[in-house]
Structure formats: C-alpha cells, structure tokens
C-alpha cells in the first residue's frame, strides 16, 4: 500500500507553484496524494517566513500537526519553505517534532527526504537558494480553471524593510521559450485563467536578456489557445513602462488590472524604505496608467508605521488615498524583521499606533470601495464560476477585476446549472461591503 502524502502550503502564490513542484515530484515518486493532510502518513507543511502574523501563521500550522502526530494520526513531518529556509537551524532545534527541514534549495530532492524520513533518519538538509529550480511539471492545488506562472524567482530590489532577498536570493528570470511551454501545457490541462507572478514581475528578462521583456513575453502568451484572461501582478511603480501599458491596452486576452505595490507616498520614507518617487512622481504614474489603459483597475499596497514615520507622513499617504481612489487596496501595519536594514533604524512605532493608522486607512477605502461598487449598479460584467454557495442559495465567482484569493467576489443567481469555470454575464443589482451581487443574464 503505497504511503500517503498531503501537503499544507502556506503564504503566497509564488511559494504554492514551489508546492505544486514538489507535489509533481512526489507522485512521480510513487507516493500516494491526499487532499486532506490530517489523513496523510507524511505531511510537508510548505511554510512562510516573510512577516511576522505568516511566521505566526506557519507555527500554529506546525504545532497542529505535532499533536496530531503525537496523537498517531500522522507518522511524519516535514517542514519546507521560506520559513525553514530563513531560520534554518533554529526550527530544526526547537521543533523536535519535525523528523526532516529543507531549504528551499532542496525541494527537488523531496523524494529522497521522504525516504529519508520513513526509514526514521532525521534531515536537515540546506542548498545553495539558486538551486530552486524554476522548471519542472506541476500539480495544481488551484480552482482547475486558473493558475499562476511564475516568470522569475529572488528580488534584487532591497527595500529595507524585506528579508525576501535573504530568504529567496537574487533575481533569476526563466527563460522565455520554457515559460510559453509551461504556459501551453497548463492551458491543455484546462486553465483559462493565467496570473503572472514573481517578486517583481515587471522586471522580468532583465537578467537574462539585458532588458526588461514581460511586454513581449505578454505578447507571447496571448497567442496560446484556451487561454481567456491573463492577469499581471506585482508590478514595481519604477519599471511600468510605456510598452507594457500599450500591451496590457492593446491584447484582449489582458484583464486590465494592475498590482501596483506602492508602500507608502511620502519621499522621505521611501528613501528611507530604499524605493523611488515620492507622492508626485506616483500621481503622475497613476494618471497615465489610467490615461494609457481607459478603465484599468488599480491594486496597491500600504505600509503604516515605518521607523520614523510621523503624523504628518501618514496623514499625507491618507490623503493621497482620498484623493487617487484605488480600485483595490491593502493596508499592513509595519513589521520589524530581524537581519533587515529596517530594524535597525531609528523611530520605532508602537504597534497601537501602527495598527490605528492602518485601520483610519481602511476605513477610508471601504468608502471609496462602496462607492465604485455602487456605480456598478446597472452594468453587465463577465464573471468566472468558482462555485456555488448552498448557505446564500446562490453562484459565485469573480469578475476581471478581482484577483483570485485576493480580492472581491460577486455573487450571482441563476436559472441554468453553471459549473466552475464557466464564464457567463452578469447584471449587477446590487452590493454588499466589497462583493458585488448580481443574476446571469440568459
């Protein structure tokens, strides 16, 4: 009988591709899958180190599965991912319970662990980080109809407040001809839906072919057949370039939808954050993007409470929300993490006070959310069917301007059977918060 294996990923979209990888892997392997992890023999819990609540997150994860270990309904554990790979030895120590800890650098060889660990031999086991390879087959953990390509791996960027450099390594970009490939072969498996990701996926080539090419590796994936929307995140305000903008403008295929992290507005912490621009030079961005791409929904993030940030700092990033009216928006509280150039600044914020500035933000933006939401009212939209909700008695799904796990949904109802990934239109009648509520027009 051939030993189950579930898997618990945890954190973003780049790190679940890592997942899906490693998933491919295992079957290959002759492992046998299961959906639920509690009734695994061998659970690999995929973790996240970035900030502190996914830290908090991975170790409430881990700490589960040691009692059910202990309970004996799981055999074994083993921890993968950012955070094993950023605290390496340490989980190793302190989490007795874990019987293997790989870096990210070794998940390929997440077989000969598995072995490893069955024949009761404790692993520690850390490559080099450009050792995760970017190639590989996949088993998605996504909704059959969408998933996410993953064009690059590290960041070169450097904000102060980041440990993703430390943890991930430099920027390395796959190549371009490898990616159309992976692309293809995820439409033949019934993905309609692509989201581009990496850490900064606007500067996609740059290492490879000494220029930035996400425009022409757009072009190419638009050509794929089965392919309906391709979404483009994690863009960095410094590299939206011109081509870019005519491309997402210009190919149907392209839902017109940014991710625009900007962090935060006011020059002086951006310097300090080791970014660009200051509240001007965004505004200017944001109106052309907006000129270049007629309708565009734009996604950012903020940070409250950076070292140093004063009243007067966040007051000039709350109006600069007021007054720029993002589609979509993200607020986080600023979180000091150690071995960053950030921690060691001066004009550390209390947590009350970084808590209450994100909060006095989102408050804002649920109003500017309600508003666009209210000028919805009367509009057809298309909508992807992700499923049916039996409590609400109705469909639901999202439209073009919703990243899946990410933003809104609308909920819909119909007189016609609609299975997930069906795409149908939609009359919006209504709102709820920041989800839509609408019927299929027949």
Known sequence: MPVKVGMVSLGCSKNQVDAERMLYKIKEGGYKLVADAALADVV?????????????EAIETILEFARLKKEGKVKKIIISGCLAERYREEVASEIPEADAVIGIGCNSDICS????????????RFGEKEELSLDGGRILTTLP???????????DNRCTYCAIPSIRGHFRSKHIGALIEEAKSLAEMGVKELNVIAQDTTRYGEDLYGKLMLPELLRELCKIDGLHWIRVLYCYPERVTDELLEVIASEPKIVKYMDLPIQHVNGEVLKRMNRMGDAESLKALILKIREKV??????????TGFPGETKEQFEEMAEF????????????????????????????????TKRRRADSIMETQLIISDKKNKEMIGEEVEAVVEGFDRYAECFFGRTAADAPDIDGKIFFTSSKKLIPGQFVK?????????????????
Do not use: H
């Open 294 to 303: 007629p309708g565009i929904i734009l996604r950012t993030t903020l940070i």
């Open 145 to 155: 109809f969408y998933s996410y390509l993953k064009v690059a791996e590290g960041c």
């Open 321 to 352: 929300v007021k007054e720029m009216e993002f589609d979509r928006l993200g607020c986080f509280t600023y979180s000091l993490e150690e071995g960053t150039p950030a921690a060691k600044l001066d004009g550390q914020i209390d947590e009350e």
């Open 113 to 124: 662990v598995l072995e490893n660990v069955l024949e009761s031999e404790k692993v520690v």
């Open 44 to 56: 690999i819990i995929n973790t996240c180190g970035f900030i502190e609540s996914a830290k908090a």
């Open 426 to 442: 939609v009359r919006i009648n209504d709102t709820l918060d920041y989800d839509l509520l609408g019927e299929v027009l027949e």
